[in-house]
């Protein structure tokens, strides 16, 4: 699924695409998509003759604001937006097009079919499902170590899953989470009540240094990802955990031990992020096989490569 680094890089560049642009007419292929106003012609009819002012991001969601409407938009895992010609051929799963006046359209494919598009007044969208129970944007102004501190609180969560619910946090999935605790040095399963002030506020850090590295390099493709371009992120090529289990740390050089959190591959150095002694969980990560012969390849280096196919399903799907 698209994390906040993604997602961020698609607003960025649908800003530039169609900011300005009039709705000529709206073609609904799948009307499941559509789920405020619960009838596609009733949403394609709102939108025709609006214009496109531009767009924002809460957390994981689009927010593209039009004159006197506001469109909420999730990719879920594989939703993508591209603007075209209209006279270029429509690509399969392509299950919403926006026809533009000037002759090109701006065309939503799904191929996993779980996207979501919302319709608003202005202001509505904010306090109404699903942005009205959204947590704290890492990237704002008001991402402070203090508000940090706040949300996490006293809970007694483990520290992983906490930073996933996106009522606490918004836009951090699994991979820039991972890595996040990992540049904090910080155990996933370490309760959150457990951490210090001084590992909140080297956590706080982390997630800040870590996202905007992400936005940076256009977020990590290392499923289906691209921008509203059709352009590939880079960060996967700096990702020191997601991924690279059995690869020596860059910090020990301890291979990175990968295991099962919550219902999600977790990847972690053992020796940088030891839970303390008297937390030490009864569930351990276990140690990669010995390397034999050449070392193994990089997971994420292998999809992109295309060789990913052997992949069991669990490991495809744990994103």
């Excluded at 701006?106 to 942005?131: C, N």
Aim: hydrophobic residues 40%.
């Amino acid at each position: 699924m698209p994390e906040l680094p993604e997602v961020e890089t698609v607003r960025r560049t649908l800003n530039k695409l169609i900011a300005g642009k009039k709705i000529r007419s709206v073609s609904v292929n799948l009307p499941r998509i559509i789920q405020k106003p619960d009838d596609p012609d009733v949403f394609a009819a709102m939108l025709e003759g609006r214009t496109f002012q531009s767009v924002e991001r809460r957390g994981k969601f689009l927010r593209f604001l039009l004159d006197g409407l506001v469109l909420v938009s999730h990719l879920r895992m594989e939703g993508r937006y591209g603007v075209f010609r209209e006279e270029d051929p429509v690509e399969n799963h392509t299950h919403v097009i926006f026809h533009f006046t000037d002759g090109t359209a701006l065309r939503y494919k799904d191929v996993r079919q779980f996207g979501t598009m919302h319709l608003f007044a202005p202001g509505e969208d904010l306090i109404s499902q699903p942005l009205r129970k959204l947590g704290l944007e890492p990237l704002s102004d008001d991402f402070t170590p203090d508000a940090f501190a706040k949300a996490i609180g006293r809970r007694t969560t483990k520290i992983k899953p906490l930073l996933l619910n996106q009522e606490v946090i918004v836009g951090l999935g699994n991979i820039y989470v991972d890595e996040a605790l990992f540049a904090a040095a910080i155990h996933p399963e370490r309760p959150a009540d457990s951490l210090s002030r001084a590992e909140l506020k080297r956590l706080h850090s982390a997630i800040v240094a870590t996202l905007s590295s992400a936005v940076e390099a256009g977020g990590s493709s290392i499923k289906s990802y691209v921008n509203g371009q059709g352009e590939m992120g880079m960060f996967q090529h700096r990702l020191k955990a997601y991924g690279r289990t059995g690869e020596p740390c860059e910090r020990c050089g301890s291979p990175i031990a990968k295991f099962a959190l919550g219902g999600r591959g977790t990847h972690i150095c053992e020796r940088c992020q030891k839970l303390p002694r008297g937390l030490r969980s009864a569930l351990k990560p276990k140690a990669p096989a010995p390397a034999v012969g050449r070392a193994r390849s990089n997971a994420v280096k292998r999809r992109l490569d295309g060789t990913a196919e052997s992949a069991s399903a669990t490991e495809m799907a744990e994103g």
